[in-house]
């Protein structure tokens, strides 16, 4: 199926660095969502972005919803270890039947 | 809260067995849940859409006879893997969407490995 462009693939930082993750499409999205994956366990929702523009944060996450509704970006300020796994970003095409469309993920690992 | 359950965890099974997943949402009400494969370092492939009181939508190349999909309540579908094979041995998840929502939230996986 479709699958969204997200960048980058993997990342390797140091604890106490900020953190920066972006999804891109060619259509247009309604919804954007951000999960984190740990290894063996199910996604968890991090944050959902609903308007055009809009800017919504989780404690040290922040993510946006790109104004040309193609695109999101996902923030992780001061990195901490605990932070370590696969984050996917996920949309809801317009027109689509609420079913979402997931990004190939980013593998962020944060060095002590 | 939003939580969803899966059950099992592990699952070890031989060939020509069958294996039933099951998957709840604990403290909201789910007239939709999603089920999804997982390959190791790649993205959730979603193979069929699960809606309570009707058939499941799969997805392009998912077998609906190999893969049997029941979502009998508003709290828990099954997907059943019948006649398994090694070549299904995989990490499979649900997911259960909120009504009136377009958030999903995730169970917790299940692996299966087909001996």
């Known amino acids: 199926g479709q699958q969204l462009n997200q960048s980058p693939q993997s990342m390797f930082i140091q604890e106490g660095e900020d953190v920066s993750m972006n999804c891109t499409s060619s259509?247009?999205?309604?919804?954007w969502l951000w999960y984190k994956q740990d290894p063996g366990e199910g996604p968890v929702l991090l944050i959902a972005?609903?308007?055009?523009?809009e800017l919504t944060s989780n404690g040290r996450l922040t993510a946006q919803f790109g104004i040309t509704r193609k695109d999101s970006f996902l923030n992780i300020s001061a990195s901490i270890p605990s932070d370590v796994g696969i984050y996917f970003c996920a949309g809801q095409p317009s027109g689509s039947a609420r079913q979402l469309t997931f990004g190939s993920g980013t593998q962020l690992t944060v060095l002590p | 809260g939003a939580v969803v359950s899966q059950h099992p965890s592990r699952v070890i099974c031989k060939s020509g067995t069958s294996v039933k997943i099951e998957c709840r949402s604990l403290?909201?009400?789910?007239?939709?849940m999603f089920w999804y494969r997982q390959f190791p370092k790649q993205s959730l492939m979603l193979m069929a859409t699960?809606?309570?009181?009707?058939?499941?939508?799969?997805e392009q190349g998912v077998e609906k006879d190999k893969f049997l999909i029941n979502h009998a309540s508003l709290t828990l579908s099954t997907l059943t893997v019948t006649s398994a094979h090694p070549e299904d041995s995989s990490f499979y998840i649900c997911s259960a969407r909120r009504d009136m929502s377009y958030e999903q939230y995730f169970g917790p996986g299940t692996r299966l490995t087909v001996t």
């Open positions: 403290d909201f009400q789910a007239t939709t």
């Open positions: 972005l609903y308007k055009a523009g």
């Open positions: 699960s809606n309570e009181g009707s058939k499941a939508t799969y």
């Open positions: 259509s247009i999205f309604n919804t």
